[in-house]
């Protein structure tokens, strides 16, 4: 038995965002959130529904599950693997979008609900915080209290989940624990007994995927690499450029100080011809 990777753009919009099988995203929403039971979760309308897209359609955008529940409180699901720029600002702005397009110019403010963003994150965003879950509330800095509930923002970061799997005693652990780690594991867990868990690893097994789903997913992964790749190399190139405008620097303190052109090709690297021009455009300069 072979599992997909969650943190992948199909797998986790096929898993969390299945409007047959809800019980997916409620265990899951109810887990992560710690719900009594008087607030718990039964049942929810998907926003934005999986949907097998085109492979040439397939692009790079905001990963996410969009749902409501039964009393109107609405919620985002989002999978980000690499931390963009602008990061916080973009998800503020995002979540406040989705809370007040509730209501069309004119209506009534109290017909607005909650809007709870979580974010499931691949990179660590929290320097000053060692817990894998954080819960952000507006609060006020006095007393602490939270009076402006309209919206809430939580962060799960994977980088900070290091608990085995013989460590994971709650159902909160065991969710984190398949998104991190299910790729690597090749039976689903003895001690997954609850349904919404077991419904995703079984999503999650790509012997049930169809053969334009595997394409998709494989396909996805790719354009991730390609993107990693690229990022990876302006990164090289960036080095290599400060590092060429360093030696330049060197030389022509060098030049300066009366140091002889074959010196300073040998203390900086510099091609002999360089230091030439070097020289001529610092006589002509003067």
């Not at 965002?17 to 607030?39: M, Q």
Request: hydrophobic share 35%.
């Amino acid at each position: 038995m072979k599992f997909v990777d969650i943190k992948n753009d199909i797998a986790f919009r096929k898993i969390f965002g299945n409007e047959n099988k809800k019980e997916i995203l409620i265990s899951f929403l109810n887990a992560v959130l710690d719900l009594p039971d008087g607030k718990k979760i039964k049942t929810f309308e998907i926003k934005n529904p999986f949907q097998l897209p085109e492979i040439k359609e397939l692009k790079s955008s905001i990963l996410d599950v969009r749902v409501a529940d039964q009393r109107g409180i609405s919620y985002i699901v989002e999978m980000q693997v690499e931390e963009p720029d602008g990061f916080e600002d973009r998800v503020q702005y995002y979540t406040a979008k989705q809370y007040s397009s509730q209501i069309e110019k004119g209506e009534d403010y109290p017909k607005l609900n909650q809007v709870i963003f979580i974010g499931i994150l691949d990179f660590n965003f929290f320097d000053d915080d060692i817990e894998y879950i954080t819960r952000h509330r507006t609060v006020n800095i006095r007393t602490q209290k939270s009076t402006l509930k309209a919206m809430e923002y939580n962060f799960i970061e994977l980088k900070k989940f290091d608990k085995s799997l013989q460590e994971c005693n709650t159902l909160v652990d065991k969710w984190i624990y398949f998104i991190k780690n299910a790729t690597n594991l090749d039976v689903i867990p003895q001690d997954v007994t609850d349904e919404g868990l077991k419904l995703a690893y079984q999503d999650a097994y790509k012997h049930n995927w169809t053969k334009k789903e595997l394409e998709a997913y494989d396909y996805a992964s790719m354009r991730k690499q390609d993107e990693r790749g690229k990022t990876d190399l302006a990164i090289k190139r960036a080095v290599k450029t400060a590092k060429q405008e360093e030696k330049i620097e060197i030389a022509t303190e060098m030049i300066k100080e009366g140091f002889s052109i074959d010196k300073i090709v040998r203390i900086t690297k510099l091609d002999i011809d360089f230091i030439k021009d070097l020289i001529n455009e610092m006589k002509n300069a003067h």
